[in-house]
């Protein structure tokens, strides 16, 4: 399974992004997908995370409320909408593919498969 990441770029406070995970096989549409982000000097957190039917999802509380994810299997992407972004959110976000189920969404550890990363910027 390989992941491409996309959508990301340079906005202002309180614009918003979605950022797109494609996947290259159709074994996606079994795999939890989630998202992850890494800022410079700091270790990669989790921020959202959805099962493959989609009717599970998962969202950091740093971004509950303003970061939404989807999944549209038969495209084999998955989608996380970045509403009113922040300074804080500046980072590089990582998708990322596992089926070890949905109690091992939060853990970057039990993710098999992980997509390049794209970068957002946020300034103030």
């Known amino acids: 399974v390989q992941l491409q990441a996309s959508g990301g770029g340079l906005v202002q406070a309180g614009d918003s992004l979605r950022l797109s995970c494609a996947a290259s096989?159709?074994?996606?549409?079994?795999?939890?997908v989630g998202w992850f982000r890494q800022a410079p000097g700091k270790e990669r957190e989790f921020v959202a995370a959805i099962n493959w039917t989609g009717g599970d999802t998962s969202t950091a509380d740093s971004v509950k409320g303003r970061f939404t994810i989807s999944r549209d299997n038969a495209k084999n992407t998955v989608y996380l909408q970045m509403n009113n972004l922040k300074p804080e959110d500046t980072a590089v976000y990582y998708c990322?593919?596992?089926?070890?189920?949905?109690?091992?969404?939060?853990?970057?550890?039990?993710?098999?498969?992980w997509g390049q990363g794209t970068q957002v910027t946020v300034s103030s």
């Open positions: 096989r159709r074994t996606f549409s079994r795999n939890v």
């Open positions: 990322a593919s596992h089926i070890a189920g949905w109690g091992a969404r939060m853990s970057a550890s039990e993710y098999n498969y």
